[in-house]
């Protein structure tokens, strides 16, 4: 690996750490060097992933933490700096969604989608970029967000306005902490292959929009590794406020 993409002697909390892009997230950063903390609900799920990366010998802490309080968070990332250390990567990556026409949709379904999404990267940015701060020490916040940040599709209305949200935000916070060494970017990845939606993909539906992709294939969580290591170590030192499309085209496609 390039020596600049190297993370040794950075610590980096995961959100949404328990499976999918999250565990892929980790482990790529432990293997680049970092300290890991993965965060989360549910904490079995966590502990079984640190488990799994120590014995990689990647040093691991697992983190019961709700990303819309902020007491909890608070808590954990006092946790996590007593045992690892100042946290100077953080990967926002929890999340939510809904499959449902907005007509239908309650206050309560916009609430909760939209609390994890954009709440929950507020309150988890904010937290570390005031540690970093009282500490003057440098960070990089990357906030996972999505192409349905910057299009849309039918019936995932919150979904989509909360990454298109966690974008401008993004910019927002990369603009008040420039002065400061803290670097706020984002990853919006397309469509991207994971057990939770395989059996959509290899449906009529599915196959139809993976031919809509100009690449004519779904993304792989390693699609993603280059960008992520990018944006969480030194050789981005000039970038902030960015967002990293990984869509094989899909944006470019026509109407």
Not at 1 to 27: I, P
Not at 171 to 180: D, G, N, P
Not at 209 to 230: C, F, K, S, V
Request: glycine fraction near 10%; charge should be neutral.
């Amino acid at each position: 690996m390039d020596n600049k993409l190297r993370l040794d002697g950075k610590v980096a909390l995961v959100t949404g750490a328990a499976g999918g892009l999250g565990e892929h997230f980790s482990r790529t950063l432990g293997a680049a060097g970092a300290k890991v903390v993965v965060v989360g609900r549910r904490l079995q799920p966590l502990q079984d992933l640190a488990s799994q990366l120590q014995k990689e010998n990647i040093q691991a802490l697992a983190l019961s933490m709700d990303v819309t309080d902020p007491a909890s968070v608070k808590a954990g990332f006092d946790q996590a700096q007593a045992e690892f250390g100042l946290i100077n990567v953080v990967v926002s990556n929890a999340g939510a969604a809904t499959d449902k026409p907005a007509l239908t949709l309650s206050t309560e379904e916009w609430s909760q989608v939209v609390d994890i999404n954009l709440k929950g990267s507020w309150v988890i940015c904010s937290e570390a970029a005031r540690r970093l701060v009282d500490a003057s020490q440098p960070g990089s916040l990357i906030n996972v967000t999505s192409i349905l940040g910057h299009r849309v599709a039918g019936s995932v209305l919150p979904y989509t306005t909360s990454k298109a949200g966690l974008e401008h935000m993004t910019r927002a916070m990369a603009l008040e902490w420039a002065r400061y060494g803290i670097r706020v970017n984002a990853l919006a990845p397309g469509y991207i292959s994971t057990p939770l939606n395989s059996e959509f993909f290899a449906s009529d539906l599915g196959k139809a929009l993976i031919r809509r992709i100009p690449q004519r294939r779904l993304g792989t969580p390693a699609d993603l590794e280059g960008a992520l290591l990018l944006l969480a170590s030194d050789a981005s030192a000039y970038m902030t406020g960015s967002s990293i499309v990984l869509d094989g085209g899909h944006l470019q496609s026509s109407l």
